[in-house]
């Protein structure tokens, strides 16, 4: 398990010796902006790739500023086609350039999905492990922003099923920096689900390398909130929410800990399975629909590893088996405080 | 008599097509062809020889393959027979350290590049999903989904031109690079094959799109595919497309030499699309008696690009009979010796599934580590068994369960 505990549910705080602190307060989003830059700075082998990320600086304004500081070589504005952007990086990859593509949002990443999944996720395999494609895609997903068909989806189970990804996903800026940095800098091809209503949630961020040497691997679990009568798993847009339901909980007297799992692919199980085998209980929350969920595989998971320490089964709140709603109806259909604590009700009527 | 089905290819090849070989391996210089010419003169007689001696192989090692499969030591057989003049000829036009991004019917480039017969039925035999070092061979491994391998090719290329950029055109010409982005007439309606030439355009990527027109996408004809001779398609996309003979390997030549000089000097890419004919099935699980003639077949039959290439190459003395002799004994050792390295493919000299649980990922996995170790005790189980003395009756001594306290 992860030792790095958060109790304000805000940033891994670097406790090395005596490091040179670069603390500021920015959004998840400039958080993003910060890290590519960095990135684009460290490496010239990395390159930005995607749909108006240059001039306009992205549709979430992600990538702003990058064009006229790294030039239009370096911060591409594609052709609309994201086969075309996760087929051409994976080339990129193959002659030793380290691409990050974005995807406009969630729902537009399946015109690229054959190229992500009979590709990118097995070209490391079929070739023996003699042609590495360390490519990153960054995908806003997520619902809560009042928009139309294909903006609000959580499609994150589609390719933690796919072998030879890896899928992360921060839920705060000082992760949504290093994380991004991390992914980057990884061997393998990453997906990284940026939680998009959550894109102007402001943290503080430690920029310096002593924060970078302390934070912890992207694919490790951590607990942003310790307690001991139940265990809240969340991730990406849920992160905060599963917060607030501790916090209410524990006016009622109920001691919730909350685990921010920002890997999905690979799961820290170590994590999750020493937190359920103190609390007995656990509650998984996320957006996309639960039937073939992630949080079904934990469950399952779980349930293998340490099903004499259950007190009760395991239970997930998520989104229903329904094409994502239209936005005026989306709060009924996206897991809430009240879900997850109903939810954490249900786990002590075992 | 049967009659063609409607759509059907007809052994002629479309208004404006570049051929240089006529029907009795003649050399015809039409001047309609002249920006083409001159990269025929670039093509010495020791090449041409190389290139009927991969066309040989090829076909032999072709039909070796074939029978393996029908003995049931191939899981399967892409043939590529009637290809082998579309094949030589854009492949001897390339330089050595250009790449090819093949889709799974390149043998011929394959071999030439130095692949072993061996490292390519690798993959036929279902023992590796690609048999060889793409590196070294500048041969991308085969690519089974048909047209993802194009945009592969064509972001390769993009990376290429940032390498290069800066660089003059003599220095292009000398020493850069291109990438050969593999196609055939089925995969041009794939929408990946339209996005790499979006981006080709887009960023004037040093790729020569090369596809091989075999008329036959399986079953449905390329009539199904375009209304159109492929290579018109380029102009759509503001690049030049040339159709040209793909039986003709002097053609194909100077044509993808040509295509292959505008792309290495910086003028973008080209497409060549080899007016060709699949002679063979589309794989040995085919069968093409259900959707094509003989007539048509024989009338294709007629064209054989290798054929024609040995009757030009032998009536202006560039191949005679004893070379001609040298070229298909060597065919033949070589098809006995895949033969032999084919069933030599035991579980001891191919990879185990431990390859795979290493090769997933580059960097370290707790699932990968987790499900291995589970691999290995649930492996280690059978040892003991193997060692038991056989249980009388036959019953299975098989544990219906995983060893003790390993995960499921």
């Avoid at chain 1, 937190?275 to 595989?297: C, D, K, N, Q, Y």
């Avoid at chain 2, 083409?36 to 010495?44: A, F, H, K, S, V």
């Avoid at chain 2, 000829?89 to 390339?94: H, I, M, R, T």
């Avoid at chain 2, 599934?353 to 059978?382: K, M, R, S």
Wanted: contains cysteine.
């Amino acid at each position: 398990m992860s030792t790095s505990q958060i109790p304000d549910g805000g940033h891994v705080a670097s406790s090395a010796q005596q490091p040179v602190p670069q603390t500021e307060t920015l959004t998840i989003a400039k958080a993003i902006t910060r890290a590519l830059a960095d990135e684009l700075a460290a490496d010239e082998k990395v390159l930005l790739m995607g749909e108006d990320i240059g001039s306009l600086g992205g549709v979430y304004r992600v990538t702003e500023g990058l064009k006229a500081t790294f030039g239009a070589d370096r911060v591409v504005d594609s052709p609309l086609a994201e086969s075309g952007i996760i087929g051409t990086s994976i080339g990129l990859a193959m002659r030793g350039y380290r691409p990050v593509a974005e995807i406009q949002f969630d729902g537009f990443v399946f015109p690229g999905f054959n190229q992500i999944t009979t590709q990118l996720a097995k070209m490391r395999a079929r070739t023996q492990g003699t042609r590495e494609v360390p490519v990153t895609i960054r995908i806003p997903y997520g619902g809560g922003i009042g928009s139309i068909e294909h903006h609000s989806e959580s499609p994150e189970a589609l390719f933690t099923h796919t072998p030879g990804l890896r899928v992360i996903t921060p839920s705060n800026a000082h992760d949504a920096y290093w994380m991004t940095r991390q992914a980057i800098q990884c061997q393998d091809p990453v997906i990284v689900f940026e939680p998009k209503r959550r894109y102007w949630l402001r943290g503080e961020v430690d920029t310096s390398p002593a924060a970078g040497d302390a934070q912890p691997s992207p694919f490790r679990a951590v607990t942003v909130r310790q307690g001991s009568d139940a265990t809240v798993v969340a991730w990406g847009p849920l992160v905060p929410v599963a917060l607030a339901a501790a916090q209410a909980a524990e006016e009622d007297g109920r001691s919730l800990e909350v685990i921010d799992l920002r890997s999905l692919s690979p799961v820290d199980f170590d994590a999750l399975q020493a937190s359920v085998e103190r609390t007995g209980r656990m509650v998984i929350a996320h957006e996309a629909p639960t039937f073939g969920g992630l949080g079904g595989e934990i469950a399952a998971r779980l349930m293998e590893r340490s099903f004499l320490h259950l007190e009760a089964p395991i239970l997930r709140v998520g989104g229903f088996h329904l094409p994502y709603p239209p936005s005026r109806v989306e709060e009924h259909y996206l897991p809430d405080l009240d879900r997850i604590l109903d939810a954490v009700d249900r786990l002590f009527t075992y | 008599m049967e009659q063609p089905r409607p759509g059907a290819p007809a052994a002629q090849l479309p208004e404006g097509a570049v051929s240089l070989l006529d029907r009795e391996g003649s050399l015809q210089r039409d001047e309609r062809f002249a920006r083409y010419l001159p990269y025929l003169d670039t093509l010495i007689e020791d090449r041409m020889r190389q290139m009927y001696r991969w066309m040989v192989t090829e076909r032999r090692l072709d039909r070796e393959a074939t029978s393996l499969q029908r003995q049931g030591q191939l899981a399967l057989w892409v043939p590529a027979i009637g290809q082998e003049g579309a094949q030589a000829g854009a492949l001897a036009a390339l330089h050595q350290d250009d790449w090819i991004f093949p889709t799974y019917r390149e043998h011929l480039m394959a071999l030439a590049r130095g692949v072993t017969p061996r490292q390519l039925l690798l993959l036929f035999r279902g023992a590796a999903h690609a048999g060889w070092d793409a590196e070294q061979h500048r041969v991308q491994p085969y690519t089974l989904v048909l047209a993802a391998q194009t945009l592969h090719a064509t972001g390769y290329a993009w990376g290429i031109a940032r390498d290069q950029a800066g660089w003059d055109q003599d220095r292009r010409a000398q020493d850069g690079q291109i990438t050969l982005a593999c196609y055939g007439d089925g995969a041009s309606s794939e929408g990946d094959v339209h996005e790499s030439m979006v981006f080709a355009a887009s960023y004037d990527l040093p790729v020569v799109f090369f596809c091989q027109n075999n008329h036959w996408a399986i079953s449905v004809p390329s009539s199904t595919q375009t209304r159109v001779p492929l290579a018109r398609r380029a102009a759509g996309y503001g690049f030049e497309g040339v159709t040209v003979d793909g039986n003709d390997p002097l053609a194909v030549y100077a044509v993808t030499a040509w295509a292959a000089e505008q792309a290495r000097t910086g003028a973008g890419p080209v497409l060549v699309e080899a007016d060709t004919y699949r002679v063979g099935a589309h794989t040995t699980a085919d069968d093409p008696t259900k959707y094509r003639t003989a007539e048509e077949e024989q009338a294709f039959a007629a064209l054989d690009p290798l054929t024609r290439f040995e009757t030009h190459l032998r009536a202006t003395g560039v191949l005679d009979d004893a070379f001609a002799a040298e070229v298909h004994d060597e065919a033949e050792q070589l098809a006995a010796q895949t033969r032999e390295a084919v069933l030599g493919m035991t579980p001891e000299t191919i990879g185990t599934l431990d390859d795979v649980f290493a090769h997933t990922y580059a960097e370290p996995h707790p699932l990968i580590e987790e499900e291995q170790a589970w691999h290995h005790q649930w492996q280690a189980g059978f040892a003991d068994l193997e060692s038991a003395p056989e249980v009388a009756g036959g019953e299975s001594t098989v544990p219906v369960d995983g060893p003790e306290g390993a995960p499921a």
